[in-house]
């Protein structure tokens, strides 16, 4: 991972004002060692000093929602492989009491071993998709103590008397706060947040794997359009290299930090993180919009959407092999100009590699970023010579731009198509625009 993005760690937590110049700004994530170790929730909820019984005593009526999965120990945020079924948090609990007693027989996920073995289905290891679950199965993801969107759904609001709201959050309008507790090692899947996050480990210890927003390419996320659209189609603990093949590549892109109880990890909006959860781990985040996303006007949604569509698609064209190379073949950078600028009958000769690519995409592009070249290099007296000499090379010299711009063109438009395949998934087809002749 580039310098740029590199992850940070803080011994003290920053000033608000700090946190949001220094270190918000960035969009690069940060870790706060122990910036929540004073919180009640901190002594009172450890497992292993009566925290299930305080838990109990305090919230064991209320009615919470667990995700019960087919694929667990990893839990999927596609609707497919899971489902919210609504339970009493004393029920989860005695699940947690239950596991502790038999931890040394138990069948949870080991960090280490890569997750749910190829080959070995639900019904091998004893599962029983979403009847009977086992308490494995089981994790409460994402529990409301504080919804300012939806404050019907908040279930654990009993709960805000044991957290404190970090300094570096006292300005910010959070959307949510929420609670996260397994009682088996589990996995989430690779997914981003559309908002910025604030990760704060109360009891037990978290791995989280990052991806910066650049390297979605390389986790194939799901379609834009569907229900999971922020996952990753990518079973990382056992992925399909010929299904995604630029998988393999994933980890280069990644950072990996270790959470330890009163530990607080900053993840801003849009980075991808899979998270590996140690047996009893008891989390609470932090949800907020990002001042980005705040402040875009609706109206002017239309011309972002465009402007950073062109953007991604002009540094698809750039890191094209197949385009580099035909630079290459090019040769030096002046040598259309000089020898365009002699007889006619050299023309052929001095661009032999470029006019042999000329009717395809891709050449096309290469002679228009040498033409750009030229403009750039010489007076506008040569540049009209060059342009006279060149184009009267051909019979029909509008046609002949006319097939030069339409394979331009095309070049961009398969450029794009990628672009939207591997930023916004799926598998888009992109009509052609361009009116005149093409070149396929």
């Not at 990518?234 to 892109?253: C, G, T």
Request: glycine fraction near 6%; aromatic fraction near 12%; hydrophobic fraction near 35%.
């Amino acid at each position: 991972m580039e310098d740029s993005l590199r992850i940070q760690r803080f011994q003290q937590l920053p000033s608000a004002t700090e946190f949001a110049s220094q270190i918000e700004s960035r969009n690069v994530p940060a870790v706060f060692v122990g910036c929540v170790k004073g919180w009640e929730a901190v002594a009172k909820w450890n497992p292993s000093s009566g925290g299930l019984e305080y838990l109990e005593d305090r919230v064991g009526s209320f009615m919470v929602e667990a995700m019960v999965s087919r694929t667990a120990p990893v839990f999927y945020g596609d609707l497919r492989s899971h489902e919210r079924v609504p339970l009493p948090f004393s029920t989860f609990i005695g699940f947690c009491k239950q596991h502790r007693q038999n931890v040394g027989n138990s069948c949870s996920f080991n960090s280490n071993s890569g997750g749910h073995q190829p080959g070995e289905s639900d019904t091998e290891q004893g599962y029983s998709p979403f009847v009977d679950a086992a308490p494995q199965q089981m994790y409460l993801a994402q529990v409301p103590i504080i919804n300012a969107e939806n404050e019907d759904r908040v279930q654990l609001e009993t709960l805000r008397e044991d957290i404190q709201m970090p300094a570096i959050l006292e300005e910010k309008n959070l959307s949510s706060v929420n609670l996260w507790m397994n009682n088996a090692q589990a996995r989430s899947s690779a997914h981003y947040d559309p908002h910025n996050n604030l990760l704060c480990i109360v009891t037990g210890r978290k791995q989280v794997v990052l991806w910066p927003p650049s390297a979605s390419p390389m986790l194939y996320p799901m379609p834009i359009y569907g229900e999971a659209s922020n996952h990753s189609s990518v079973a990382l603990e056992n992925p399909d290299f010929s299904v995604h093949p630029r998988a393999k590549y994933s980890m280069q892109y990644s950072k990996k930090v270790i959470l330890h109880a009163g530990d607080a990890l900053f993840i801003p909006e849009g980075w991808f993180h899979q998270v590996d959860s140690d047996d009893f781990t008891i989390a609470v985040n932090y949800w907020w919009r990002s001042s980005i996303i705040s402040s875009l006007a609706d109206h002017m949604d239309a011309y972002y959407l465009r402007r950073i569509l062109r953007r991604l698609t002009d540094r698809e064209m750039d890191r094209t092999k197949y385009f580099f190379r035909v630079l290459r073949l090019c040769g030096d950078r002046r040598g259309i100009y000089l020898s365009c600028h002699v007889r006619k009958h050299n023309f052929p000769k001095t661009l032999e590699a470029l006019i042999l690519h000329l009717l395809s995409p891709v050449g096309a592009e290469v002679l228009t970023r040498k033409f750009d070249e030229i403009d750039q290099q010489n007076t506008e007296e040569d540049r009209n010579k060059f342009y006279q000499v060149f184009y009267g090379v051909f019979d029909n010299q509008f046609a002949a731009m006319d097939a030069i711009l339409n394979g331009k063109e095309s070049f961009a438009r398969q450029a794009f198509k990628n672009v939207l395949d591997k930023y916004l998934g799926g598998n888009f087809d992109v009509p052609k625009v361009c009116v005149g002749r093409d070149i396929p």
